[in-house]
């Protein structure tokens, strides 16, 4: 499978858009999370098991040019196209289903009603813009939701299931064997899920003899709490680590924050940045994080340090993304940078007069020349994915303002790898 489409649409439901929908529906930003990881993999593979029907593939194809991913949160709530394919995937069964992840989240049945349009909004904007971003198909796109048939039921949480939301019966003729499956899961295997960035899963398998069975009553809790308490352990220990820029990876990462335990139910939870609403001249808001780059640069527009500003005063005043990443070694931008760009481009519309300059730089490791070459093409790629005449100009440093030493690890030489902006008179 080239694509792990759940991760494609974890990066359009961060922290940010989960902290407002707590404060919208009045539900803590644990249950919304806990709603939102149980939500995500159904819909998915709802998708997945009606990825033949022309319905699902038309609502994909046509959320790439209406605006859902602009305004999940309003815009998903009687919105036509989101309720037309819950019909068409789901049939009888969103009741239950929606009750389902209410009780397992601790939220009212009304809030995960609205997060089931929400995620469902946010998997067929991700994938319509995908697959124009790709020039796919109906049958590749076809084939693309197929390809997550086999890893949906594995992405659920621990406490829930297929079975338990309702939906054993999607495997058609083989359905008795996925029932069992699941049941097998739930009861008879104890699972523990840690996501950091991806999907680990450890299954112990029970010895089903009556010998073996006595023994795994009270060995399989001890080991899963020494596996709790080292993990622990490897976090407190963790040195405190601060990442500036762009970070090199392949890896497509729901957010950046830390993993700093798992509860009983085998849920990830997160320290999770400050999220704010950022306001812009002209009423508009954006969903940033508390002295992120939107906040920096928002604030730095409306200060008289701006407005006195000239060209000289500017010119070493730069602003690093923070949640902008490329592939490794390429010039292809991560999805979850998108909401950042989206940001920009919204912040340069409010400030018609601003212009920018994006700057992309290289840590000290490989090619001089091959660095300087890649920061280039990574600057013109933002400018590119800006499109805006207010960005007038990009420049690739390559390693020309690196500290960190060639030899340092990774880790270390992180710091250099950024690209960020400044403005200009």
Not at 4 to 14: S, T, W
Not at 210 to 228: E, M, R, V, Y
Not at 361 to 379: P, V
Request: aromatic content about 6%; some cysteine.
């Amino acid at each position: 499978m080239s694509l792990n489409v759940i991760d494609l649409i974890k990066g359009q439901l961060g922290p940010a858009l989960v902290s407002q929908a707590a404060s919208q529906f009045g539900e803590s930003e644990s249950g919304i999370s806990k709603a939102i990881s149980g939500l995500l993999p159904a819909v998915v593979g709802g998708l997945a098991n009606n990825a033949d029907k022309p319905e699902v593939l038309d609502a994909i194809t046509g959320s790439a040019s209406s605006g859902l991913l602009g305004n999940l949160l309003g815009g998903s709530s009687n919105n036509s196209l989101i309720t037309n394919v819950l019909s068409t995937i789901f049939g009888d069964k969103i009741g239950g289903l929606v009750n389902a992840v209410a009780s397992y989240a601790g939220i009212s049945n009304s809030s995960s009603n609205s997060l089931l349009n929400m995620v469902t909004g946010a998997s067929l904007g991700s994938l319509g813009k995908y697959a124009a971003d790709n020039n796919l198909g109906a049958s590749e796109l076809s084939r693309l939701l197929k390809d997550q048939k086999g890893i949906v039921s594995s992405l659920l949480p621990a406490g829930l299931s297929l079975a338990s939301l309702g939906l054993g019966n999607w495997s058609g003729a083989n359905a008795h064997l996925e029932t069992e499956k699941v049941k097998v899961t739930s009861y008879d295997q104890p699972k523990v899920e840690v996501n950091r960035g991806g999907n680990t899963h450890v299954n112990v398998d029970r010895n089903e003899d009556n010998g073996g069975g006595s023994i795994w009553k009270w060995l399989l809790p001890l080991l899963l709490l020494a596996l709790a308490a080292w993990f622990l352990w490897k976090q407190c220990n963790k040195p405190a680590e601060t990442t500036t820029g762009v970070t090199d990876s392949t890896a497509v990462v729901y957010d950046s924050t830390a993993v700093v335990a798992v509860d009983s139910t085998g849920t990830t939870l997160v320290a999770t940045k400050e999220s704010i609403m950022v306001t812009l001249p002209n009423g508009k808001t954006l969903n940033a994080y508390k002295g992120g780059i939107e906040d920096q640069i928002v604030a730095f527009l409306n200060s008289d340090e701006y407005k006195n500003a000239d060209e000289a005063a500017l010119k070493d005043r730069w602003f690093n993304f923070d949640n902008l990443n490329f592939e490794f070694g390429t010039t292809k931008l991560t999805p979850e940078s998108q909401a950042q760009l989206d940001n920009l481009k919204l912040i340069l519309v409010a400030y018609p007069d601003a212009k920018v300059k994006i700057g992309a730089y290289t840590d000290k490791k490989g090619d001089d020349a091959g660095n300087k070459a890649l920061s280039q093409k990574r600057a013109d790629a933002v400018k590119a994915a800006l499109g805006s005449a207010q960005v007038t100009s990009a420049e690739g440093y390559g390693e020309e303002f690196a500290t960190v030493p060639e030899t340092a690890s990774d880790k270390e030489r992180e710091a250099d790898r950024k690209t960020a902006i400044r403005f200009t008179k």
